[in-house]
């Protein structure tokens, strides 16, 4: 059994930053990409960063030069440093794990989501 666990969110001002984790656990043999989606109120669940096992990044362009998404291998977890926050940021966040192999052969994962609310 796989699960990926999220911790990092919560309230913050607009202008503030929140620092993201996700960790991955279970009998895990490697993890193609690990990323961050969101999605808001009525809209749709949209990608925000991702990065592969070899530190390939990718951002949403709504988000490029504010936030920063890494990696440590050995420990199957993903951060997502989010900077310069705006309201547009309120949004659930949900960590995925792309091409996971384990003993339960080749899957994708998702975590439970984390509430990030930019407000004043």
């Known amino acids: 059994q796989v699960q990926l666990v999220e911790s990092g969110g919560g309230l913050v001002q607009p202008g503030g930053s929140l620092r993201l984790s996700c960790a991955a656990s279970g009998s895990i043999f490697s993890i193609n990409a690990m990323g961050w989606y969101r999605q808001a109120p009525g809209k749709q669940r949209e990608l925000v960063a991702a990065v592969t096992s070899g530190g390939r990044t990718n951002y949403a362009d709504s988000v490029k030069g504010r936030f920063t998404i890494s990696r440590d291998n050995a420990k199957n977890t993903v951060y997502l440093q989010m900077n310069s926050l705006k309201p547009e940021d309120t949004a659930v966040y949900y960590c995925?794990?792309?091409?996971?192999?384990?003993?339960?052969?080749?899957?994708?994962?998702w975590g439970q989501g984390t509430q990030v609310t930019v407000s004043s």
């Open positions: 995925n794990a792309d091409r996971v192999l384990s003993g339960l052969g080749w899957r994708d994962y």
